[in-house]
């Protein structure tokens, strides 16, 4: 399937200390022309899903505006990346709504309005807790975003005690970015295997929910859970930069990951390998390719 990423602005409604795009808040928002540009160019080479992302899409003023262009164009799939907060407002997500087919990523990534706050630097918890329930009620397709680092790995089962009293079925570990919070990088991100055990009794603990497991490779998981495993982004994805230039999936991922260890790996050809920043300071000692 062909898609496209935007990234409507980078303003956000949050200030988490770990979002891998808090170097670029300054960028403000996306001239709303060229977004339709390259939504339009998308649509005639045959594209079928835009991405939302940002910042927090939903406090754009420019949003639905965008909403009705993607349909418009004849492009027939939406997926909106936000932080939930916004879908608190339950008139907004019944307008949303109305665009479907249209899914949504939502992020939560602790259960307590303390620990929300003092990461996410936001009293934002419950109007997130308010959004999920919305979607639940409105029958939204969503999958809720937990992105695993040192400071909730101690919350995580209570993170989904709470999701699931919320009526969430769909949840998405992703492995923290980290290239943002260099002078913290220990203090925030884990090794893989401080990670899996909890990981891994999790998907047995919760076989009615629908787990998957992002930037974790599967011989570090182990292969008994590939099928939880996200290996490569869509090879037909074009993300939108900054600088209004088009990258697809696999440049991004050949410029941030590496595959040190990985030639004779079964897998070398999907898995997306570990982040540079993780195998400068970590190493590859917890990598075991698997081999035929």
């Known amino acids: 399937m062909k898609e496209l990423d935007i990234k409507i602005s980078y303003s956000c409604n949050n200030f988490c200390i770990f979002c891998l795009n808090k170097d670029k808040r300054n960028y403000g928002e996306f001239p709303i022309l060229v977004l339709k540009d390259q ?8 594209g079928e899903k835009v991405i939302i992302s940002g910042g927090e899409p939903l406090i754009s003023p420019y949003f639905f505006e965008l909403l009705v262009f993607i349909k418009e164009q004849g492009i027939r799939q939406i997926e909106v990346q936000t932080n939930g907060r916004m879908l608190y407002y339950e008139e907004l997500v019944k307008k949303i709504n109305k665009f479907q087919p249209i899914g949504f990523l939502v992020s939560l990534h602790f259960p307590t309005p303390d ?7 936001s009293d934002g918890f419950y109007q997130v807790v308010g959004g999920i329930k919305n979607l639940v009620k409105y029958k939204c397709n969503f999958t ?3 992105v695993i680092m040192k400071p909730n790995l101690p919350y995580l089962k209570n993170l989904i005690v709470l999701l699931k009293k919320l009526g969430a079925t769909k949840i998405q570990y992703r492995f ?3 290239k943002n919070i260099m002078e913290r990088y220990k203090e925030f991100v884990p090794k893989y295997t401080e990670v899996t055990s909890i990981i891994k009794e999790t998907i047995k603990e919760n076989p009615d929910i629908n ?3 992002n930037e974790i490779p599967v011989c570090v998981l182990g292969e ?3 099928d939880n495993v996200i290996f490569l982004i869509n090879p037909n994805r074009l993300n939108l930069s900054t600088r209004n230039q088009l990258f697809t999936s696999k440049e991004i991922i050949n410029k941030q990951f590496t595959h040190p260890n990985c030639k004779k790996c079964v897998y070398i050809s999907t898995c997306p390998g570990i982040r540079k920043e993780y195998y400068q300071i970590y190493g590859d000692k917890e990598l075991k390719p698997i081999e035929k």
């Open 224 to 226: 008994k859970f590939k």
């Open 115 to 121: 620990l929300y706050k003092k990461y996410c630097k």
């Open 211 to 213: 787990i998957s497991v």
């Open 176 to 178: 923290i970015d980290g």
């Open 144 to 146: 809720v975003n937990i």
């Open 39 to 46: 939504i339009e160019k998308s649509a005639k080479a045959g």
